[in-house]
């Protein structure tokens, strides 16, 4: 296991892979991409899955002079197995 956590964190180092960590579940691994991802976690069977698309417009919350550098969206619920 030691190795595989090493091999894990030289490729995050790299920026080949990202950590993604969700509270309560174990660090998931994803390779990079260029686009960002937004996930939905299924509370009962702890399954992450990608959302595609983004909403967007997230600047207009952001109190006056405040300037956003990047966002994650993590929406939770039941997944169609699990309802």
Not at 24 to 30: F, I, K
Not at 44 to 52: G, V
Not at 58 to 72: A, R, T, Y
């Amino acid at each position: 296991m030691a190795t595989v956590y090493r091999a894990l964190k030289a490729l995050s180092r790299e920026g080949k892979i990202r950590k993604i960590e969700v509270e309560g579940l174990p660090p998931h691994y994803e390779k990079m991409r260029d686009e960002h991802t937004h996930y939905f976690v299924c509370e009962d069977c702890h399954t992450m899955f990608d959302l595609h698309g983004c909403p967007g417009g997230f600047n207009k919350l952001l109190p006056p002079g405040f300037v956003m550098s990047k966002h994650e969206i993590f929406i939770y619920g039941a997944c169609q197995d699990c309802v």
